[in-house]
């Protein structure tokens, strides 16, 4: 039997078993497994948003009942939403989508759901559209307004625009954060980034186009 440079024999060394693998039987040391994987841990980044996105679902939800029966029993604001191309019924029809589309992407996102990571990134995406839309439809409503109506009114459109400015930007921020890297891995998504982003641009343009058009149509 040669030996090692070392002066070590070089047969195998006997590999000491655990006691309950030294005393089963060889086919219960083969069929061992090994016990599952933890769950990944959560980023607080997603259960902070996954709250916010279902609180705000719920409470909007909320909200959209009691500004469909002011609308239903207040004849100045069914007029003044009329103007603007808005019935009762399409008003809670597309604030109820909203609420829905909230309320299911804070789900999925708590759940670390693929499909809750899609819908949470394009319900930020489509948030930010509808603020810079809004940013440009607000000087096109004032212009379209009597000066004395909009003399009364409790707040200019300087302020509308910087408060709808500002939530796109808030917006902006979740959506990046979607696409960060321990974010993605957690949700099993794909880096390539660019193509999810024109995919989920795309759709979020062609809902607000839709809804546009719905309302100009009315």
Sequence with gaps: MDDYPDGQSSAPREVSLPAFLRN???????????????????PIGVSILSWLLMVGGVLSLGMTGIIVQIL???NDAREAFSSMGLSPASLSIGLSFVCAFALASGIGFWLHKPWGWYLTS?????????????????PMIARSLPPEELAHTRHGTTYYIVLHAARAIVHMLFYVYCFKANVRSHFGISPTKWKLVAA?????AAMLAAASLAAGGK
Excluded: G, M, Q
């Design 24 to 42: 089963a039987p060889n086919e219960e040391r083969i069929n061992t497994k090994l016990p599952p994987p933890l769950p990944p841990s959560r």
């Design 122 to 138: 394009s319900y930020f995406l489509c948030d930010v559209l509808r603020n810079i839309h809004a940013i440009f439809l607000i």
């Design 200 to 204: 989920e641009l795309a759709i979020c």
């Design 72 to 74: 239903r029993s207040n």
